[in-house]
């Protein structure tokens, strides 16, 4: 590792730098998804897409060439060269203006908003904010602040850090167990082929964790869908979630909700009781 890279003046060439990509929320993602989660198959056709389905489209079409060790495209295109080899979703904001439907045919304008490099407790980290824009001609359908968050290689025999306390107090929780096909599956409809997801002898000799990492975007998923089952006379106008401790496969976790006053406080905690991913939610 260099740290030419993680020159901050050099980095900071990149915000600023957008990209645009046109999809089209089609009903096979849709019907996996609800599958994925349990569901019956989805056939309404005119139901607005669930909150942060919009992740199930807009993938980015890495040629085999392109990726890097860790199954992620390179870096140094649209994402700045940040030469720390570990990558994970720190967390996000997002505000909802108007549903996407199936059928509809959509533009998402990406735009790097900041780059923050700082000293972590095991070592250095380089935050990237991305922006996204949801659009056709005529609206907005969401505005979504994403936080990605890089880190320094795994030293040997370093002990994971601890999670930190969780709240007690909830209105209803859930029990998810995770496994491997759960995991390959939600890679396969995210077009996501980071190998912490999928490739135990990588997790645990490069990234040095204990079993498969479970996706930080589904966990958030499995938050908002928890918050929609606990608001399901309303709408969703914001969500935002930021992840404190790793999930594995290797144990079952809960998610937990709460309302209060003008919001919905929401959480995961690992098998141990420590907090995973904090989320709030807000309705109109």
Not at 6 to 24: A, C, H, Y
Not at 101 to 123: W, Y
Not at 166 to 179: F, G, L, Q, Y
Request: proline residues 8%; aromatic residues 10%.
């Amino acid at each position: 590792m260099t740290g030419l890279t993680l020159d901050p003046e050099r980095l900071n060439k990149w915000i600023g730098k957008s990209e645009e990509t046109t999809d089209v929320i089609g009903i096979q993602p849709v019907r996996a998804m609800s599958a994925l989660l349990d569901r019956p198959p989805n056939n309404d056709l005119t139901a607005p897409l669930p909150p942060l389905w919009h992740w199930l489209f807009f993938h980015t079409h890495a040629r085999q060439s392109d990726l890097g060790q860790d199954g992620h495209a390179k870096l140094g295109g649209f994402l700045p060269p940040v030469d720390l080899p570990r990558r994970m979703w720190a967390g996000g904001r997002l505000e909802f203006f108007s549903p996407l439907h199936v059928g509809d045919q959509v533009v998402r304008t990406s735009t790097i908003k900041d780059i923050l490099v700082k000293n972590g407790n095991n070592g250095r980290l380089c935050f990237v904010t991305v922006e996204h824009l949801l659009h056709d001609e005529e609206e907005t359908f969401l505005r979504e602040e994403h936080d990605i968050v890089y880190r320094e290689p795994a030293k040997p025999g370093t002990p994971m850090r601890g999670a930190p306390p969780a709240p007690k107090a909830h209105d209803i929780e859930k029990t998810v167990s995770p496994d491997p096909v759960m995991l390959f599956r939600y890679s396969a409809l995210t077009y996501n082929g980071h190998r912490i997801h999928y490739d135990r002898t990588y997790c645990a000799s490069v990234e040095g964790y204990p079993g498969l990492v479970f996706h930080g975007p589904l966990t958030a998923t499995l938050l908002a869908d928890l918050a929609g089952q606990m608001n399901s006379s309303r709408r969703m106008s914001k969500f935002s979630f930021r992840a404190s401790s790793p999930l594995f496969d290797t144990a079952s976790f809960r998610i937990l909700g709460k309302d209060k006053s003008g919001f919905t406080d929401l959480w995961a905690t690992t098998p141990t009781g420590g907090l995973a991913m904090r989320a709030e939610a807000q309705f109109v």
